[in-house]
């Protein structure tokens, strides 16, 4: 079955970095496209970044755009997303997301259980 | 404040049929597909509609979807106790090239 498992979350002070990475399994992760989106606290969702099957393309939030990069590696089916100068409005479960292709209309057809990430001092 | 506009809240009582609904721009749900999911309390977001009105299997046919111009809407027939959550709508913008969500609606049942 298809699963997607994020680690790397946790306190980080406001300016800092962080890594975050998705494992991917029970499906081709070289195939598919791949999100990152995030929710605070009491918020709704907000996407934050998309990286291609072969990491052709890659497209980022206004909000996130020169801070955040995201990655992946094929080889080892995993998602990564490097956050760096952190504000406190980043605060949030960062959710990995698969996207489901054009036969999908591009809709986010699984979502992983998310790793929160914290900004403060 | 977010791109697409849903309204904050929607309640109904079991066995009633509720509408969400999901309004937008030519940029976004004018020109492309339209998906929505849904939230329950704690848990991540699921997939409940795709390309307006599809649905992916294991999802109750008491959840339709439907698009017309730049507004989307998601149909609940007979409500149940298990269907309160936070429902969303989503789609891709060509004008800032990237997906946009609406805000959410939280919906109770009675």
């Known amino acids: 079955q298809v699963q997607v498992v994020e680690s790397g979350g946790g306190v980080v002070q406001p300016g800092g970095s962080l890594r975050l990475s998705c494992a991917a399994s029970?499906?081709?992760?070289?195939?598919?496209?791949m999100h990152w989106v995030r929710q605070a606290p009491g918020k709704g969702l907000e996407w934050v970044a998309f990286?291609?099957?072969?990491?052709?393309?890659?497209y980022y939030a206004d909000s996130v755009k020169g801070r955040f990069t995201i990655s992946r590696d094929n080889s080892k089916n995993t998602l990564y997303l490097q956050m760096n100068s952190l504000r406190a409005e980043d605060a949030a479960v960062y959710y990995c997301?698969?996207?489901?292709?054009?036969?999908?209309?591009?809709?986010?057809?699984?979502w992983g259980q998310g790793t929160l990430v914290t900004v403060s001092s | 404040q977010s791109v697409l506009t849903q309204p904050p809240s929607a309640s109904g009582t079991p066995g009633q049929r509720v509408t969400i609904s999901c309004s937008g721009s030519?940029?976004?749900?004018?020109?492309?597909?339209v998906s929505w999911y849904q939230q329950l309390p704690g848990t991540a977001p699921k997939l409940l509609i795709y390309?307006?009105?599809q649905r992916p299997s294991g999802v109750p046919d008491r959840f339709s979807g439907s698009k017309s111009g730049t507004s989307a809407s998601l149909a609940i027939s007979g409500l149940q106790s298990e269907d309160e959550a936070d429902y969303y709508c989503?789609?891709?913008?060509?004008?800032?090239?990237?997906?946009?969500f609406g805000g959410g609606t939280k919906l109770t049942v009675l």
């Open positions: 997301v698969r996207d489901g292709g054009y036969s999908y209309g591009r809709a986010k057809d699984y």
């Open positions: 029970g499906f081709t992760f070289s195939s598919y496209g």
């Open positions: 990286i291609r099957y072969d990491a052709s393309n890659k």
């Open positions: 030519s940029s976004n749900i004018g020109s492309n597909s």
């Open positions: 390309r307006n009105n």
């Open positions: 989503a789609a891709w913008d060509d004008s800032l090239n990237g997906w946009v």
